[in-house]
């Protein structure tokens, strides 16, 4: 049984991760609408009930009308590790929950639990799930030193998540505990095209 540990909203930041390029989805994935709110906006309200440092990584200020501040990539078109390394560098909190934009059923309540993991597992420099046919790096929790490991590999040119956790000490959230929680591993479905955005359009609906 894991502890009741509470986080509060001061000791934790979270950052969206909007900067990808949308290529296979056609069009920005952010500025879908699901249910009459864009994914970023989806994301931002979940994200505003954790913490009251929320902020979105991405180029420029395409996202500045959306009342958070905007981190941008130091090493651009590097995917998500780039986006990580730029977010723990914005943070000043030490426990930092990272978020894709295109990932709307992720429940407030999941992210809760994994911030209680993490706590509870202070040497831990990544809390995050390993469900649903991989290891969801943009949806986990990372302590501030993890930016200069993030750093490093970027200087090498390798730019997959999972090969910087092979650097550092994982705390991983298996499926079975997810579903043992009450957490359905559904919740990381992948919104890359718009036949798999239409598919959560309707589970959604249902």
């Given at each position: 049984?894991?502890?009741c540990?509470?986080?509060g ?6 950052f969206?991760?909007?900067g ?12 879908l ?9 989806h ?99 990372y302590?501030?030193?993890?930016r ?18 092979t ?21 990381f ?18």
């Amino acid at each position: 049984m894991l502890p009741c540990i509470m986080t509060g909203v001061s000791s934790v930041g979270v950052f969206i991760l909007a900067g990808g390029r949308s290529t296979r989805m056609g069009t920005d994935k952010a500025l879908l609408t699901l249910n009459g709110k864009t994914l970023l906006e989806h994301a931002l309200s979940i994200a505003h009930e954790l913490s009251d440092s929320v902020k979105v990584v991405a180029a420029g200020d395409r996202y500045s009308d959306f009342g958070s501040e905007v981190v941008e990539d130091e090493f651009p078109h590097c995917g998500p590790l780039g986006g990580i390394h730029a977010a723990l560098g914005a943070s000043d909190r030490e426990l930092n929950i990272i978020l894709s934009v295109d990932t709307p059923m992720v429940t407030v309540d999941f992210l809760r639990y994994l911030l209680q993991r993490a706590t509870a597992k202070p040497d831990a420099l990544v809390t995050v799930p390993n469900a649903a046919g991989g290891v969801q790096g943009t949806c986990a929790v990372y302590r501030r030193p993890f930016r200069a490991v993030a750093e490093q590999q970027l200087k090498r040119e390798r730019y997959k998540v999972t090969e910087a956790y092979t650097l550092v000490r994982v705390e991983y959230v298996e499926e079975d505990e997810m579903r043992a929680a009450g957490f359905d591993p559904a919740m990381f479905a992948n919104l890359n095209t718009p036949e798999e955005f239409s598919r959560v359009q309707e589970a959604t609906r249902a």
